[in-house]
């Protein structure tokens, strides 16, 4: 079921709900959005940035990611089941990733991040392909030759940490060119998985 919130959508799945849509995404192919709404991203969307809005609406998936969502939906009698957040979501992907075979790039965080990330994570999920990484302190002209780097590479699922909104914005920019692939904005995991 999906939920509006300030004339937000929000799915209510659990975790386990969430990698089986995501799965589900990966699937039906073509190019796919997610994003962990928290709640600054949420009054921001609704107060300022009607662009952002936009995108929330357009997203395939859209899970409460935060205490004040989750209780908000409480109090208007619809109840998340749980929270679930950038960090948890990309951790269960990847677990599933590694049993699926589904190829991950990461975008994004200072330069090395991804690359350790993408390290910690193949030790951590043996069979996992990380089939490239990329910095996110690209500058604007470099976009497409990135963009093109990932279609090449062919990721089913794309991980973008350029902190929110920026990745979700850069997402809408680029996944059509990018085709087939799950996208999901995940802030600052990359330096957390890093270590
Ligand atoms: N970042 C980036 N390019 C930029 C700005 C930020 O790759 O131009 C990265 C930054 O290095 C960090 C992440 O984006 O890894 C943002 O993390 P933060 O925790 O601030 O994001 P949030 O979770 O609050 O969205």
């Not at 004339?7 to 990966?26: F, G, T």
């Not at 030759?145 to 680029?174: M, N």
Request: proline residues 5%.
């Amino acid at each position: 079921m999906r939920v509006k919130l300030l004339n937000a959508p929000i799915d209510c799945l659990s975790m386990d709900q969430s990698v089986e849509r995501v799965a589900e995404l990966i699937s039906a192919g073509g190019p796919r959005r997610v994003i962990t709404l928290n709640p600054e991203i949420l009054y921001r969307a609704v107060q300022v940035d009607h662009d952002l809005l936009e995108l929330i609406n357009k997203a395939d998936l859209v899970t409460a990611d935060g205490e004040g969502i989750v209780w908000a939906g409480r109090v208007t009698g619809t109840p998340f089941p749980e929270r679930v957040t950038g960090i948890d979501l990309m951790l269960r992907l990847v677990d599933r990733a590694a049993a699926e075979g589904w190829k991950v790039y990461l975008l994004g965080a200072a330069p090395g991040v991804a690359e350790d990330a993408a390290k910690q994570l193949t030790r951590r999920f043996p069979g996992l392909q990380v089939v490239g990484t990329q910095h996110g302190y690209f500058k604007s002209d470099e976009e497409v030759a990135i963009v093109q780097s990932i279609k090449q590479k062919g990721p089913q699922l794309l991980f973008v940490a350029l902190g929110a909104p920026a990745q979700e914005k850069w997402i809408d920019r680029h996944i059509e060119s990018i085709g087939h692939v799950v996208a999901v904005g995940v802030g600052g995991s990359f330096d957390v998985i890093s270590g």
